[in-house]
């Protein structure tokens, strides 16, 4: 079965600094997706970035941007110009990409500080 | 566009009643998966649905928890005989197809057994 760890259970960073959340997984599959999700105090689950395990390219999206290493299994996100409204837990995600169930696997999350 | 709706966004049950929770997917979208979160945890998948049919349900207790999704209408996890443990928030996500990797996800339903 896949799982999804979050060694990291809170992080501070100072607003407009930089901070990087960690994240391995253990599938025995080749082609996958991951994710990472945003659930501010509201606990509506926001969808950060994602990345197609066959792309060597990692994801970007403005501020946030992964660092995917397929043969360690690891897939770590990294805010820039930390900003007060990033403040929130982040949870990192699997999904197989074909066969069988599409259910998201999480991670236990990493709870996020901005202090000003 | 309406996103994914969920109702009642909380509910309160004493311990021995039934719990219907509701989620209407997002507009063309005809696939559901609900999904638990326990405090301080992460979301744990419980039943995956297509129109009329349950295509993996490994995730929901073998008891008490039934989950469908009519031709017409709105998703329905049914939780009966509700006792303290199944206090939790309960998402549901839909997509447009099996094969889309991304799952739009409603606001929730906080369970609040007492």
């Known amino acids: 079965a896949q799982t999804v760890t979050q060694s990291q259970p809170e992080m501070s960073v100072q607003e407009a600094e930089t901070v990087t959340l960690s994240c391995t997984y253990d599938t025995s599959e080749s082609d996958y997706y991951l994710f990472w999700y945003k659930q501010p105090p509201s606990r509506q689950m926001i969808l950060v970035i994602r990345q197609e395990a066959y792309k060597q390219q990692n994801a970007t999206e403005n501020r946030f941007s992964v660092n995917f290493q397929k043969a360690a299994k690891s897939f770590s996100l990294k805010i820039s110009d930390s900003q007060l409204g990033d403040a929130a837990m982040y949870f990192c995600a699997y999904r197989r990409s074909q066969g069988g169930s599409e259910k998201l696997v999480f991670g236990k999350g990493t709870k996020l500080t901005v202090n000003p | 566009n309406a996103g994914v709706m969920q109702n009642p966004r909380h509910l309160v049950r004493r311990r021995g009643q039934e719990a219907r929770l509701r989620c209407s997917p997002m507009?063309?979208?005809?696939?559901v998966y609900w999904y638990r979160q326990l405090p301080e945890e992460g979301l744990k998948f419980m039943v995956y649905?297509?129109?009329?049919?349950?295509?993996?349900e490994s995730g929901m207790p073998k008891e008490r928890f039934s989950a469908e999704f009519p031709k017409e209408g709105p998703s329905i996890l049914r939780i009966q005989q509700v006792v303290r443990g199944d206090s939790a928030a309960y998402f549901c996500a839909s997509s447009w197809d099996r094969a889309t990797y991304e799952q739009y996800f409603g606001p929730g339903t906080r369970l609040t057994v007492t």
């Open positions: 507009k063309g979208h005809s696939h």
């Open positions: 649905l297509q129109k009329e049919n349950i295509i993996d």
